[in-house]
């Protein structure tokens, strides 16, 4: 029955999709074009908006991404967008603001606070703003309770916007924005955006065409449809976390781009405050503890994790275990279900679930091995920590980067593993001389903490401020 509804979806996406690709109505940028772009993300397979983040779509592909999104490139509808791209971009006119201010903009801060924090130790002019107090007010006031509906609608409203007419901002959001960003925002010329989704729809629509905007590109909006949806001719500087990344992209939604866009790759900037190595980290026992944080949701590939600690418990009956993060059973699915099933199989205690824990500290001093087997990573923030350390990294090669080479790109100094059989030999062959190893992954995590990270970014925000392309 369920198969039954998926090919009967799919038999009228594929016949919806046609009529909209044959009418003159996309030039409205409106309903017809909405079908269309949500026609990219659609999987006929599973009957919902995974396409792009599904494995299967890229089987056979190589690195020939771009045939994923069925020839939307060519479409009369992604030739406009790319056309009017280039016009947006060829037609403005921008504008020093007074004194060269950065605004930093997003509505999650975890990656983009230690910028902030580095600007402010530098005493350097910057303003932070966190895009949900606007959304607080906004939702109260006309009572929304789906955000991620209304962030979803706003996408493509503002698509019709930021496409069709050149904008100087909503004037009517500027009852719902703070005083001091209304002050700040005539005083700054640089709007700095975390995420290439709704964080940077809502800039386009509330920040005029002669500021400069730079937006950072993590991982799962490269998958989205969010690219689609942003008029790249009102964007300055993309910063991708990692060469894999950008390539991608590139690779999916590069002919978007117009030229003269600052295109850049900046590791994280990381808070060295998450970690506490004043005390020695003691290698006794943890060369027989596994570990993985943020383990349960699907794209984190733990049924590939636990069949390598499966086959190295296999071997030795002593190893155990340990994960951090929301645990199996607070995400359903199937899969969840079958790997909590094959735990109450094992002795207790092999296995242990913390859930989420405040003290990243005490986790790190006890695991030996991090995992990474992640169908996709931008950087793999938990893998990186471990490492400082001491934690030896068992990377997969993650496969929907692959074609990329992204994770060897991201960890130049590890060995790769592509199949399971492999991680339980490195593993294996790892803890006779744990010590040593340990110690020289500890030594290589440097990179990843250098003071050089921030400077980089500084740079890359006046090249984008002097319009060095």
């Not at 997003?106 to 350097?124: A, G, I, K, Y």
């Not at 991680?423 to 290589?444: C, F, G, M, P, W």
Request: glycine fraction near 4%; aromatic fraction near 14%; charge should be positive.
């Amino acid at each position: 029955m369920k198969e039954f509804k998926n090919n009967a979806k799919s038999f009228i996406v594929k016949k919806i999709l046609f009529i909209v690709r044959m009418t003159p109505f996309y030039i409205n940028l409106g309903y017809a074009a909405k079908i269309e772009i949500l026609s990219i993300i659609y999987n006929e397979k599973t009957g919902f908006n995974d396409k792009l983040h599904n494995l299967e779509t890229y089987q056979d592909l190589k690195s020939n991404y771009r045939k994923a999104i069925n020839g939307f490139e060519k479409s009369k509808l992604g030739k406009l967008l790319c056309k009017r791209a280039r016009r947006t971009k060829r037609e403005r006119r921008k504008y020093a603001a007074k004194n060269n201010k950065v605004i930093f903009l997003t509505r999650s801060w975890h990656f983009f606070d230690p910028l902030v924090q580095f600007f402010e130790e530098n005493n350097m002019e910057f303003f932070k703003y966190d895009i949900n107090e606007f959304d607080k007010v906004i939702f109260e006031k006309n009572r929304i309770t789906n955000k991620s509906k209304y962030h979803r609608e706003k996408a493509f409203k503002n698509l019709a916007i930021t496409f069709r007419k050149k904008q100087k901002y909503n004037e009517g959001n500027r009852c719902f924005t703070s005083d001091d960003f209304n002050i700040e925002y005539e005083n700054s010329d640089i709007f700095f955006v975390d995420w290439l989704n709704h964080n940077t729809n809502w800039v386009l629509e509330n920040v005029s065409d002669d500021k400069k905007i730079i937006v950072r590109i993590h991982s799962y909006e490269v998958l989205s449809f969010f690219p689609v949806t942003i008029n790249f001719g009102r964007i300055d500087g993309l910063i991708f976390i990692s060469e894999g990344i950008k390539d991608m992209f590139l690779e999916l939604w590069g002919w978007l781009l117009p030229n003269d866009i600052l295109i850049d790759v900046l590791d994280n900037i990381r808070s060295k405050k998450r970690i506490s190595l004043e005390n020695e980290v003691s290698t006794k026992k943890r060369n027989k503890t596994i570990g993985m944080m943020q383990y349960a949701d699907s794209v984190k590939g733990f049924r590939f994790a636990f069949d390598v600690f499966k086959g190295v418990y296999k071997v030795d009956p002593e190893f155990k275990l340990l994960l951090c993060g929301k645990t199996l059973a607070e995400i359903d699915s199937e899969e969840n279900i079958n790997i909590q099933n094959e735990i109450k199989q094992l002795p207790e205690g092999v296995v242990q679930e913390l859930g989420y824990i405040k003290d990243i500290d005490s986790f790190f001093r006890k695991v030996g091995y991090m995992l990474s087997t992640s169908e996709r990573e931008g950087s793999h923030e938990s893998i990186i920590e471990g490492m400082a350390y001491g934690c030896v990294p068992i990377i997969r090669n993650w496969p929907i980067l692959a074609p990329f080479n992204g994770a060897k790109r991201a960890f130049p100094m590890c060995d790769i593993i592509d199949r399971v059989e492999e991680a339980v030999v490195q593993i294996l062959s790892t803890k006779s001389d744990y010590e040593n190893i340990s110690r020289e992954y500890k030594k290589e995590s440097r990179v990843f903490f250098s003071d050089d990270i921030p400077n980089k970014y500084v740079e890359f925000i006046e090249r984008v401020r002097r319009d060095e392309y």
